[in-house]
């Protein structure tokens, strides 16, 4: 029995090198979301989860979460450069929390893509878009209504960045924030953007951040523009509310 000893162990060897080679499933760099779909899924296009959530955790750092069909997709917290983007109706609807979070934690320089999303809050939401990491964060093409805060709160450490364009942002208290964190500069660039109906202002400009401002309609607001920070002007812009600009740019 003892001549079976040593080719016994070398074989145990063997399995256990080949059991811990065998990795984790990987993350996939596209996802899908579907109104019929279910978490518990790959997240693949013939077997896709039903909520962003869902999809972000089997979604590479740097990939695409799509939609396949129309469907209420659920809040979501971003801890990574992600792109969600979608052609068919994408609801966010939340009650009482923020919809879409880029986290404090995100790396630095993360990019982040938000496209064609219809994000609610229902009269008790918080903020539609709140950006608390330093990423460059781009929302397009999306409809962002009924929260009790702001549109998109951009509060992030130094290096975070907004740019929004092709956007409707109607009846939130405020329409755009920009205010950095502890009071560090942060800049929000608003381009062909419709910001209508909030109580407090059209946009926000907190001591140190930035606006710049192009093509853009900013009516419904005592204040289009409070500004105390820098409020560059660009191309045609529509503001039905006190805000004047602190430099203009000529088109050329």
Known sequence: MKRFALPFSILTGILAMAIQAVPAQ???TRTWVSGVGDDANPCSRTAPCKTFAGAISKT???????????????????????QVICQVEAGVLVSGTNAIVVSSTI?????????????????????????????????????????????????????????????????????????????????AIVNRTTIDNHPGSSITVAAGSTLILGDSLLSGSVASVANSGTFTSFGNNALQGTGTPTNTINLR
């Open 107 to 187: 790396p630095s320089n993360s990019e982040v893509l938000l496209d064609g999303l219809d994000i609610e809050g229902l009269g008790t939401g918080l903020n539609g878009v709140t950006i608390l990491g330093a990423a460059r964060v781009t929302v397009r093409k999306s409809s962002i209504r009924n929260f009790t805060q702001n549109g998109i709160n951009l509060a992030g450490p130094v290096g975070a960045r907004l740019l929004s364009e092709d956007n409707i942002i109607l009846s939130n208290n405020n329409g755009v924030a920009i205010a950095g964190a502890g009071g560090v500069s942060n800049v």
């Open 26 to 28: 990987a993350q996939a």
């Open 60 to 82: 590479a750092t740097g990939g695409e979460i799509n939609c396949l069909d129309p469907g209420g997709f659920g809040g979501l917290t971003i801890t990574k450069s992600i």
